[in-house]
């Protein structure tokens, strides 16, 4: 199977959770996956239709950011 160019929405939806994926995961597990979907993004080509990176988008996109205790006790 050849691979196939991302199209522009792939890309931003890729873009999106790159820097959704800081928020959700603060530290070096957020960092890790904000670098690994921006490569991917920077690539442009779909490997492999739905596997885990876009798996992996769909998680970070879909996941509520959990809220700071100080936000919580405030509301």
Do not use: N
């Not at 999106?16 to 994926?21: P, W």
């Not at 890790?32 to 998680?59: C, I, P």
Request: no cysteine; proline share 9%.
């Amino acid at each position: 199977m050849d691979p196939a160019p991302m199209d522009h929405h792939e890309k931003m939806r890729l873009r999106a959770a790159a820097f959704r994926a800081t928020r959700l995961y603060p530290g070096p597990v957020g960092e890790l996956v904000s670098r690994e979907l921006l490569t991917w993004e920077e690539f442009g080509y779909r490997l492999g239709g739905e596997q885990l990176v876009m798996r992996l988008v769909d998680h970070v996109l879909k996941t509520p950011i959990p809220q700071p205790a100080a936000e919580v006790d405030a509301a």
